[in-house]
Structure formats: structure tokens, C-alpha cells
């Protein structure tokens, strides 16, 4: 009989596994994989001001080739419950769809490359021409400091090595194999202070007032575009997010002022590089006028595209199989974790639909996840044929 993805996307959307807490989601894959036949890992990671998170390594077979299925069982906050159809963690199913926190993002994903990978195996006499495994963390939708990064760095350290890696994000706009993702935008933090002297606000002769230049210093990062895309990227595009003084006093001129921002790069740029174009822009606009620096955060999050190739084809082709769609190969949209894979092994993101992702009222057809198990499935049969 086939493994069920409704049966056990319904068991781990009944998890309430919002980060960093693990919510019994680990646990049922754990037993679904052990029963298997999967040497399954519960590992925990921690790190001071961060808080402990599990995970969980699962594989099947001892050569190569060795394909992963990575994702994560957390899940964003529901919110105000009361403003979902159906409560987020019950997991409802009506007229055809299932309802919950995670249906697409993505304990969906997960429950189908369970079923997928359990079918294949019933088949090919319980064991791949290879291995298969499972890279499932807990800290994805969080700061991402005890998750995939750390698990990555366990599994190398145990000498494990990935041929390819499908990551079941909720890569499709609209349709299951619409989309696949190839690539990722990279993202910068920093915050833009502008250091002036503080003053009675009818004398302004005697102050500096640190909003003119804060006020111009923004215009000319925001007047010029970055660069205007690349072969695999659209243009790199900076924002700013929050304008900071705090000044609750009518007459005074305030001393300080802040703005941060956020850019979302292409493989035009480096960190190192990117930084250095927003200080020489914001350089050549402050003059002699202004007293500025900016303050970057430490980001790990820098772009990377996955190279085509023979792995790519198979994906395409097995989408294009099951769903009669030829997907649009993608970079666009947030980061993911295929940000720290991609230095282990090629990585595409492939999985449900992603319009109700972090919504009140998060759900996927149940016919979505019978596709995305039989693509899944297609592709293990190609990748061990
Ligand atoms: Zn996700």
C-alpha cells in the first residue's frame, strides 16, 4: 500500500511546533523513519543568547549516490487563533483541503518526501541503489543559528557527503510545478546613524541638527539603483525599514539619528563588496556636511544560484511529467536554508504553493500534496534507475 502524505502531513500539523520549540514534530518522523529502515539522529544544538534547538538526521543506505530531502518542522506563530476557519494546530480537512500552521511551510513538503521515499523503497526492496536521507531542523523561521548551519557542520564532521539536496520549500506562485527555485537573493542589515549636536530648536545656529543629514544621506541610497540585475538575479534592492530619533521634546533639536535598512543582492555583489558602494554613495553625498556611519549587521546570508546541469534536468523533467508544467527556474523571494547547503552540494527548492505561507488560515489542497509526493517519487525512481 502507499505511503499516505495526508496522514502524516495531519500528524505533524497537529505538532504545535512553533520555533524554537520541537512540538512532537521530530518525534513522528523519527518513528515513521525508523520504521523504515532509516538510522535516525536527534541532535540538539545550542549556542549562548540563542535557545536550544532539535533536529534530526535520518539516512538510508551507506554509498553514494546520496540524495537529501532538507527542510524544517517549525513553524511561524498563528497569531490571533481566533481568526482561523479552523484552529491552527487541528489540522482540519474540508472540501478537499488541509488546513494548519506549516501545511505549506512546510510540514507538507516533508510529509511528501516521507511518502515518496517510504514508496520508493517498498519497491526497490527496502533499500536505494544509494542513499536517501533527511535533513529536518527546527530552527528555520528563527534566527537560524542551531539549525541546518550547525546540522551541516555535524554531518561533515561525521564524514557524511550529499550528491544533491531537494529542499521542499513552498517554491510554487500559483500551481504545483510552476516553480523551482535555483537560487537565492543574499540579505544585509545596517543602520545608518547620523551624529549631530543637540540644541534649543530656535537657536539652530548654536546645534547641529542631525535629521538634514540623515533626511539626505537616505535620498542618495535610495536615487541610484545598485546594479540592474544579472543573468540569473533581478536588480539588488535596498529599503529602508525604520526611522529612529525618538525625540518627544517639541523644541529641541536632537543629537542623533538612525534609520535602518535592508538589502536583498544579487550575485553582483559581495558583502564586502556591497558595503563598500553604500559607504562610497553615502561618502560622496554627506560631504563635509554630515557625520554619519553606518553600523552593518553580521549577516550569513549571501546569494548563490545552483549551476545547471544533469540534476536540474531531472527535476524539470520530472515535474514536467506528473504535472505537464514546464517550471520557471527562480531566484526571487526571501532566504532559505539552501543558503548554507549550497556550500555541501547542488541544492534546488521544490515543494507545495506558497500563497497562504505565515497566513491566518495556512492550508493546501490535499491534491497538491498526491502531486508533489508522485513528483518526489519520480524523482527518486530517475535518480537511483
Ligand atoms: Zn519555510
Redesign the pocket.
Known sequence: MAADPLALATELLRCPSVTPAEGGALAVLERVLKGAGFAVHRLTFAEAGSAPIENLYARIGTTSPHITFAG?TDVVPPGDEATWRHPPFAAALEGGTLYGRGAV??KGAIACAVAASLDHLATAGGKPKGSISFLITGD??GVAVNGTVKLMQWAKERGETFDHCLLG?PSNAAEVGDTIKVGRRGSLNGTLVVTGKQGHVAYPERAENPVRGLVSLMSALMAEPLDHGSANFGPSNLEFTSIDIGNTTVNLIPGEARARFNIRFNDCHSQVSLRMLIETRARAAAGDSARWHIDWQPSNADSFVTSPGAFLDLVVSAIKDITGRAPTLSTTGGT?DARFIKNYCPVLEFGLVGQTMHQVDERTPVADLTTLTTVYRRILDRYFA
Open positions: 524544517h511551510d512546510m528555520e523561521e520549500e532559505s
